[in-house]
């Protein structure tokens, strides 16, 4: 009664779960795609694309990446044969004990009707694919707790997997193994298939089960004579061999059971087998109530991300697709890591601290991003920050087991990042490359502000960027920055500069102006110049450093040897450390 | 000779003929690249933003370099000024190196600095040499006039980037001339391409790249040729957007040295991906002269 009312709970939750996640991939939207297309267009855009693709020849890359993906994932392999072996077991492992033992009364039976839990081939396979499973947590923790390899980290996510799985199988085995030393087990079976033995036949069939498979009872110990023996067969051999085969073949039960003996009547007495069923059970209830939450969604999703990918490709398909994929993928990353560990810019995390950098973290962020979740400034930029320092590379694309497109879902979210208005400084870096080549072909037509929003930030206030008819202040503002600067070894030479102009003159973007103080603020020398009087805010209020190539022609021509162009990168990044610390404090205000 | 190769993070996706035609070329040229999986970004994109993150991005490549006991080669100017500077600051200071191997040495890496940069430009003409490609040519082009660009990083500062004098440079003309082709003069030749802006300020960009395009045409110039993957991107792709802006009917294809190169070798235009480039440069094959019967 217990088990049927907790079997439908956790199945209603499944099924809802299921409903809820499939419809979140048609009713959110990620990025600036098909975000106009409402969610009953979108339910027919999947039914046509899928009809289309089911009755065209695109169902045999389907039937390929199937084979080679899902069923062998090759492509796990090609990267690295320890994470795929892990993942075979687990996979093989618990697909076929949930086919065969988890579902047996309605797959094993109607297969085999000759099926029992307790003979062979089922005792035997049901121990093995127990096995599998185990041998693939067990390298599953061996990877991430022991051989920490960089950068892959674990989220709470993956140890909830790894725990409800390991309490499933340890209370499993351990299930079956109480289960064999027995002797109320034992008990109750005799009570109901040897109708009619007599007290002597009863007696040597318990010393041969005793003998041969494992019952621990408090009435006969072993050794027994031969005879005894032969009586119980054959008494054995009238009532019992048919639906059990010898327990050694549930070999890892039967270990645990051989453990287990000295205190298998102490565990008898205090029912222990019937507690661990409770366990057992009770966790695969919860591991399926949970299942559409947790990363174990991931045996439904990676595949049809996998599928989706093959078939389905940007500028072809439909623009209501390719969003509605873009949800499904969210739901397919299964937390792996590879992405990660392989990002070109992954490093970068050791420098800025942000978790957002790294591809496989970026993931959650965007899923509380679709779902609405409310997000204060600081938590939208750390995302920005993360999303966009990025080089585009498509490496974290082509390692993702999952065939997540994740370059396209990083560009997609950034742009819609960028209209929420927090100010991202690495538009002012070369990684802005990319976005300047996708212009053209996604008419941004809100491209200049972002980079504009920046250099607002960036600029102290209070200081005017066309200043040429007024005073500055020459008072070094009283922030500390000196310290900063002179802290590397570039950038003490600016203090060698005796303002000859060289730099300035030198310089390809000044010259491309007639009148270059209106458009870059400060000039190169006089930049030099002002950072060695300690003027921080002029220097930060020119936008001279965001227009300088880094093309060293100055610091080439300088004669003073003042590392000019060094030192220009140098204010960059001091320029824009200020612009943090004003929004952390606006925050704190 | 071998090397390990640091492919750009711009090549996978945008310049795929460069990866093709330097593996192309250096294999005819008998060098061994040697591709390390966990090779990044070289750090230069992070500078304006990160001075750490950038320093470590680059450190971290120069380790896994020297972790194969073998120089890491470049065909990208910023990539190669980038990792120039990296190992010159961290020669020069101590505490830089020291803060950089701590963090090395969570992924069991170190930098010594027992191993160089290089750039595909120094390889050719230093270790393989003039001559030697020379002997290597079989078709040489008749009349083809090329405005040799530089870039900035190969050849500024010059004191970090050791290739060639920093105001009249010659080896990447000498380079482009053993194909037979003439390397002209023209006076924005040191210029830089205009690319670090791209995406950051498009006009200024633009107005640097128009200003370099318009004069190596009028100096008479029938191709660009370049050895820098950023460079590239600004002449190719970049030009194209320009084109169809504003307009300007000056339009100069750029191709990659080891096109060029790959070309004279007798490697076909197909392997080079000569059908790669966003302003064609296919007819460039019509300068080739004599083609020798194989």
């Not at chain 1, 779902?371 to 938590?379: I, V, W, Y």
């Not at chain 1, 009283?478 to 500069?497: D, R």
């Not at chain 2, 830089?96 to 003409?125: C, F, M, P, S």
């Not at chain 2, 290739?163 to 053993?178: A, R, T």
Request: glycine share 6%; charged share 20%.
């Amino acid at each position: 009664m217990f088990f049927t009312i907790t079997l439908y709970i956790s199945l209603a939750i499944f099924g809802l779960g299921l409903i809820y996640k499939v419809s979140t991939w048609f009713r959110y939207t990620v990025g600036v795609d098909a975000r106009d297309v409402p969610p009953p267009q979108r339910v027919l855009a999947f039914v046509k694309g899928l009809t289309l693709t089911l009755f065209s020849p695109r169902i045999l890359t389907l039937l390929k990446v199937f084979v080679l993906d899902v069923l062998l994932q090759i492509k796990v392999l090609q990267q690295d044969f320890l994470k795929w072996a892990m993942h075979m077991c687990m996979y093989y492992g618990f697909t076929l004990l949930l086919l065969m033992h988890g579902l047996d009364k309605i797959v094993t039976s109607a297969l085999f009707p000759n099926y029992y839990p307790t003979v062979n081939p089922f005792l035997f396979l049901r121990n093995l694919f127990g096995i599998l499973i185990i041998v693939g947590i067990g390298i599953a923790i061996y990877r991430r707790f022991i051989l920490r390899v960089a950068r892959l980290r674990t989220s709470p996510m993956d140890v909830y997997a790894i725990i409800i799985l390991a309490i499933i199988m340890i209370s499993g085995f351990l299930l079956e193994g109480t289960k064999i030393t027995s002797y109320s087990k034992f008990q109750d079976m005799v009570e109901e298939y040897t109708i009619q033995a007599d007290e002597e036949e009863l007696r040597t069939l318990e010393a041969y089960w005793v003998a041969k498979y494992g019952v621990v009872s408090p009435e006969v110990k072993a050794p027994f004579d031969a005879e005894t023996l032969e009586a119980g067969q054959e008494a054995h051999e009238m009532s019992c061999v048919e639906c059990h085969s010898r327990p050694q073949w549930g070999f890892t039960g039967y270990t645990l059971a051989k453990i287990t003996k000295p205190a298998a009547l102490l565990l008898d007495r205090a029912n222990a087998s019937s507690i661990l069923w409770y366990i057992h059970f009770l966790a695969c209830f919860i591991g399926l109530a949970y299942l559409p939450f947790s990363k174990m969604f991931h045996i439904f999703t990676t595949p049809l991300s996998l599928l989706a990918n093959s078939v389905m490709e940007k500028g072809r398909s439909d623009p209501a697709n390719i969003a509605t994929r873009q949800l499904l993928e969210l739901d397919a990353c299964m937390h792996c890591g590879t992405c990660s560990v392989q990002c070109r810019v992954g490093v970068v995390f050791e420098a800025m601290h942000n978790a957002n950098i790294l591809p496989s973290e970026k993931i959650p962020s965007v899923k509380a991003l679709v779902a609405g979740k409310k997000l204060n400034g600081e938590e939208i930029r750390n995302i920005q920050e993360g999303l966009h320092l990025c080089t585009n590379c498509f490496r974290c694309t082509v390692v993702c087991p999952a065939g997540i497109n994740l370059q396209e879902l990083w560009f997609n979210v950034r742009e819609t990042l960028l209209e929420k208005g927090e100010p991202e400084f690495l538009v002012l870096s070369p990684l802005s490359l990319y976005r300047g080549l996708m212009k053209e072909s996604l008419e941004l037509n809100y491209y200049p502000d972002p980079i504009n929003l920046a250099l607002e930030t960036i600029y102290p206030t209070g200081i005017p960027l066309e200043m040429q008819d007024r005073t500055a202040p020459l008072v070094p503002s009283a922030n500390g920055w000196s310290s900063t600067l002179h802290t590397s070894v570039q950038a003490k030479t600016f203090s060698q500069c005796f303002s000859c102009v060289t730099c300035t003159n030198a310089c390809p973007v000044v010259r491309n102006y007639p009148n270059p103080i209106e458009f870059v603020g400060m000039l190169p020398h006089q930049i030099m110049h002002a950072a060695g009087m300690g003027l921080w805010d002029l220097i930060f209020s020119s936008k001279m450093l965001w227009d300088c190539l880094g093309c060293y022609q100055c610091q080439e021509h300088c004669p003073q040897s003042v590392r000019v162009a060094d030192v220009l990168y140098e204010l960059k990044n001091m320029a824009i450390t200020q612009a943090r610390k004003k929004l952390v404090k606006q925050i704190e205000r | 000779m071998n090397f390990v190769l640091l492919r750009c993070c711009t090549t996978p996706i945008v310049l795929k003929q460069y990866e093709w035609s330097t593996n192309a070329v250096m294999e005819k040229l008998g060098i061994g690249l040697l591709d390390v999986p966990e090779l990044g970004c070289c750090g230069y994109p992070l500078r304006n933003i990160s001075f750490k993150a950038h320093v470590l991005a680059t450190a971290r490549n120069l380790a896994l370099s020297e972790k194969e006991n073998l120089d890491l080669l470049t065909v990208c100017n910023c990539c190669y000024g980038t990792m120039k500077y990296v190992d010159n600051l961290m020669k020069e200071d101590a505490s830089i190196r020291n803060d950089v191997n701590t963090t090395l040495a969570k992924e069991g890496l170190r930098y010594e600095g027992d191993i160089k940069a290089r750039h595909i430009l120094q390889v050719l003409y230093e270790d393989i040499g003039i001559e030697a490609i020379k002997e290597k040519v079989v078709q040489t082009f008749d009349g083809l006039k090329i405005a040799t660009h530089y870039g900035c990083r190969i050849l500024r500062p010059s004191k970090v980037a050791q290739f060639d004098k920093p105001y009249s440079p010659s080896k990447f003309d000498e380079l482009v001339e053993v194909t037979g082709a003439k390397s002209i003069d023209w006076s924005t030749k040191l210029e830089c391409c205009g690319s670090p802006l791209w995406g950051i300020n498009n006009e200024l960009s633009l107005d640097l790249t128009e200003n370099k395009l318009r004069d190596a045409k009028q100096s008479g110039a029938d191709y660009l040729c370049v050895a820098c993957s950023y460079c590239q991107i600004q002449f190719d792709i970049v030009q194209k957007i320009l084109l169809s802006q504003r307009g300007i009917g000056a339009k100069l294809p750029s191709i990659l040295y080891p096109q060029l190169l790959g070309l004279s070798l007798g490697i076909d235009g197909k392997t080079l991906g000569l059908a790669e480039n966003q302003v064609s440069i296919s007819e460039i094959e019509w300068f080739l002269l004599h083609k020798q019967a194989s």
